[in-house]
């Protein structure tokens, strides 16, 4: 059984059609990401999932059952973090916590969980007096707290700093070593490429492309070659650049010249995602 199968999955808020028909497919252990520009789906694809949507087409099963339908024993087996998460501000980060494990038959033991989201130094003090991206490992801790097989984080790491950043992707490592499986979102591509077995692209409420990041990036269709030549800059974009390189050098080197500043340059996740997502910009990002 896969962890989530979703087929032709629509969702229309009025006449914005949020999501027009995605179908994918998530193993277990796998960490899946989203990714896509601002309104392009995400969310409301990821909070149909966790049951907490409801859409208007297609069919979803997470861990076999249909989220719709799922209540409380789907919602024992998941662990969330929303986009956007509202917590009692007069509590503390133990107290939250505990109110969180009492919703659950077997709770991982909370002063574990703040360790592994980094808050030791913090379990005592209330919600209202954390920082952003103190907030945010909070919010991470909720999401362990059940001990999860499955887990949604929609955004996880933004606010974080660097440090706070990497300690949370090392996090992601360690639950998907424990065989937890990960659908996540997230507007940051090296993080997609440093967490992700695969990630879907999505436009517009589809999927514009989907496969391994190494598999997005081999799919660029080309790479560029540069040099000056006559004191001018030739680029030459090609999907063949051994060859175009023989050729360029080989008739370079027979001439005696020297190709000056001469490069080959391979896109990023970063570019190749921009090209997928361009002609969409209705949202400031
Ligand atoms: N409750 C709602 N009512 C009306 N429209 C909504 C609602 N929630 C989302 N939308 C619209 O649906 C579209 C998709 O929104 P969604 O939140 O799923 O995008 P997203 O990919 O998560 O974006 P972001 O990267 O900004 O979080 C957007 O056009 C948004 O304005
Ligand atoms: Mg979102």
Known sequence: MSALEVRDLRKAYGAVEAVAGISFTVEQGEVFGLLGPN????????????????????EVTVLGV???????????RIGVVLQTSELPAALT?????RMFAGYYERPRDIDEVIGLVGLEEKAGARVKTLSGGQKRRLDLGIALVG????IFLDEPTTGFDPAARRGAW????SLRALGKTILLTTHYLDEAQQLA??????????????????????VAPTVEIRYREAGRDVVIETDEPTRVLAGLTGAAVAAGRELESLEVVRPSLEDVYLDLIDGESDEAP
């Open 66 to 76: 249909d989220p719709a339908h799922g209540g409380s024993a789907l919602r024992e």
């Open 147 to 150: 001990d999860p097989e499955l």
């Open 170 to 173: 090392e996090l992601v490592r």
């Open 93 to 97: 980060v133990r107290e939250v916590h």
């Open 39 to 58: 309104g392009a789906g995400k969310t409301t694809t990821v909070e149909i999932l966790e049951g907490y949507r409801s859409r208007d087409g297609g």
């Open 197 to 218: 077995d695969r990630v879907a692209v999505i436009r517009e409420g589809l999927i514009v492309n989907i496969g391994s990041p190494a598999d997005l990036i081999g």
